[in-house]
């Protein structure tokens, strides 16, 4: 364990690295969450062609492993595009950003699970309030910001903490794609040092903190969101 935290040696990459994850799963989520509502919207619209694209979304990306994905988008989205610019006489290189293709990646995959965490959220309003706001006469849109919105919030809230939890641990897979976070960060230091049992126990620690502060944070925006909520 010598010289683990020293602010000179390896240690400090680790944090190095644990910045980029929280980076990286903060913007995964954020987009997670966008396709999460879209996704539901798509499953529980009357029109087929969103509901088709909305089924295919996700049964497809939560039926292909994460890893994958990953390098699907990374190696093979380039090459598609360049492919496809060279039929029509077009010199495209696509040189794709790390960061950016690992944020999609997650961003698509766990967008995908909060799509149905959204879905049980649409589906645990009652219909009634929605029909008793038009009978007041608002509009669908002031009815969904006002009425329904603050209740999916609250009904997903669980079900997000957990995609959130999640998506965080699979961010060491964009390892593989040189992006410089927590577990490659980790992997060099190991080879650089001999230390595995260190780095890797300091890379759990690291993993466990983030689970537990993310737990005890959701509590509290739980009990605040159901604030004035009467239990039967």
Not at 72 to 91: E, K, S
Not at 203 to 214: D, E, H, K, R
Request: charged share 15%; proline share 3%.
């Amino acid at each position: 364990m010598g010289g683990l935290f020293d602010l000179k040696g390896y240690g400090w990459m680790l944090w190095e690295g644990l910045q980029m994850t929280l980076l990286i799963g903060v913007c995964a989520l954020v987009l997670a969450i966008i396709m999460g509502l879209l996704g539901a919207w798509g499953k529980l619209a009357k029109n087929r062609v969103a509901n088709t694209v909305a089924n295919i979304y996700t049964t497809v990306i939560r039926g292909i492993p994460e890893l994958i994905l990953l390098l699907v988008i990374f190696y093979g989205t380039p090459t598609l595009v360049q492919n496809l610019a060279d039929r029509i006489g077009y010199d495209i290189i696509i040189d794709f950003n790390p960061f950016v293709a690992g944020v999609l990646t997650l961003g698509f995959i766990y967008g995908a699970f909060a799509t149905e965490v959204f879905r049980g959220a649409f589906l645990a309003i009652d219909k009634g309030q929605a029909e008793a706001a038009h009978a007041m006469g608002m509009h669908k849109m002031l009815t969904f910001r006002r009425i329904l919105l603050p209740q999916i919030w609250r009904f997903a809230l669980p079900g997000l903490g957990n995609v959130w939890m999640v998506l965080i641990k699979a961010t060491a897979l964009v390892s593989v794609i040189q992006l410089d976070e927590l577990m490659r960060m980790t992997f060099i230091a190991v080879g650089a040092t001999r230390l595995p049992f260190s780095f890797y126990f300091a890379a759990s620690l690291m993993y466990l903190g983030i689970t537990v502060f993310s737990m005890l944070g959701q509590q509290r925006i739980e009990a605040w969101a159901n604030r004035g909520v009467r239990r039967a």
